[in-house]
């Protein structure tokens, strides 16, 4: 079984579209949560978020919640947003580092490891996160697949 946590700054943008396109996949050995670094508790998506994954097919209730002890001890793979955000979370979970990756870093990106923010932009920026966030989340899979 993988557990696996998204992790980005809010928890209102790409860690939940993650999650929902995650979750629609219905695989059967992945739980999937969502959190940020830097969220409150209750937020829902934004509405660009929502629609985007609504344009998708995908029916998902969203919450916003803050990374903690707890979604760290349980996930078995971590994936961050960004760089930024992977340092962060070691940096409050040290033991966390071994199963804490960027999405694209996993994936196997070698290059640029962050997923581009759509926050505040319009409906079109927020699809092409959400694409490449599916794109990614794909390889994941595979590469989850093998092991």
């Given at each position: 079984m993988h557990r696996i946590l998204f992790v980005c700054t809010g928890n209102t943008c790409r860690s939940p579209m993650a999650e929902?396109?995650?979750?629609?996949?219905?695989?059967?050995?992945?739980?999937?949560?969502?959190?940020?670094?830097?969220?409150?508790?209750?937020?829902?998506?934004?509405?660009?978020?929502?629609?985007?994954?609504?344009?998708?097919?995908?029916?998902?209730?969203?919450?916003?919640?803050?990374?903690?002890?707890?979604?760290?001890d349980w996930a078995?793979?971590?994936?961050?947003?960004?760089?930024?955000?992977?340092?962060?979370?070691?940096?409050?979970?040290?033991?966390?580092?071994?199963?804490t990756f960027t999405l694209k870093e996993f994936a196997g990106e070698t290059m640029n490891h962050d997923v581009n923010d759509p926050y505040g932009g319009n409906l079109d920026i927020y699809r092409t996160t959400y694409k490449e966030l599916e794109s990614f989340i794909d390889r994941v899979?595979?590469?989850i697949n093998r092991l």
């Open positions: 929902a396109i995650l979750k629609s996949k219905n695989l059967k050995d992945i739980e999937v949560k969502s959190a940020g670094v830097f969220a409150s508790s209750g937020s829902g998506p934004s509405a660009n978020a929502r629609k985007a994954w609504e344009e998708n097919a995908i029916q998902h209730d969203h919450q916003s919640k803050p990374v903690t002890k707890e979604l760290v078995t793979l971590i994936f961050t947003m960004t760089a930024s955000h992977k340092n962060a979370l070691i940096g409050n979970f040290p033991k966390a580092g071994r199963k899979i595979e590469k």
